[in-house]
């Protein structure tokens, strides 16, 4: 569904399709907030949906590189320290706080560390040569603003979109009907469904912790 079909599939749900109570600038945000309130869902499932890579050479001397703009948390952040995909070979650049800075070396050389000041990934040491830096990240999906518009969210989950700005609706009313809460916790319950079984490559696995006195395994 684009932006407009997801309007028009909240008013439906609260039963305002001429925008007599509701307007429709509040109808908007009430739906690119729900689109946030998905994506933030989708992230705590931890099924790499928002997830992606950017590069930027590194300066010598330079500590301070700006994250960017759309940035929501880092997944991985390497150095490559030689050749070009698929022949190249990189090291993972490891996370710090602010306190473990003085259990590092600093100055200048191979970055070992970073931690994140404001909008920044902090290095540490220094480079001391230029090499490509490569952060994998989750982003935060952009809003949307025109009628055609399609939010970043896998199709199954649309609808939910439109029931949590639903939500947001009857809350200025202090209410919230049966149905819509039952249809959110429909999809909350599909939602971590498709989280565990999306990778079925693999068998489950059972970690054995011990036995008793007879032999038993427990877990």
């Keep these: 569904m684009d932006f407009l ?13 001429n925008y007599g109570y509701f307007t ?13 309130e998905v994506q933030k869902r989708l992230i705590k499932a931890g099924a790499n949906y928002y997830t992606k890579a950017v ?6 001397n330079q500590r301070y590189y700006t994250l960017p703009a759309d940035f929501r948390k880092i997944n991985r952040l390497e150095i490559v320290t030689s050749g070009t995909i698929p022949n190249e070979s990189s090291v993972q650049i490891q996370p710090i706080t602010i306190n473990q800075i003085d259990l590092t070396v600093g100055g200048v050389g191979q970055p ?19 090499q490509t830096l490569r952060l994998m990240y989750t982003y935060s999906a952009a809003d949307m603003t025109a009628s055609t518009d399609v939010p970043d969210v896998p199709s199954q989950y649309h609808q939910l979109i439109a029931l949590l700005a639903t939500e947001d ?9 049966e149905f819509i809460a039952k249809k ?12 565990t079984d999306r990778q079925q490559d693999t068998v489950r696995m059972i970690v054995s912790t011990g036995s008793d006195s007879a032999g038993s395994l427990y877990w």
């Design 184 to 195: 959110i916790k429909e999809y909350d319950e599909m939602l971590y469904a498709d989280s």
């Design 112 to 130: 070992q560390y970073y931690y994140i000041d404001k909008d920044c990934i902090v290095l540490q040491p220094a480079p001391d040569v230029a």
């Design 24 to 36: 429709q600038t509040q109808v908007k945000v009430w739906v690119n907030q729900a689109k946030n």
């Design 55 to 60: 590069t930027t050479p590194t300066v010598i």
């Design 169 to 177: 609706g009857f809350l200025k009313d202090g209410r919230t009907p």
């Design 5 to 17: 079909a997801l309007q028009d599939l909240t008013v439906s749900y609260l039963d305002d399709l």
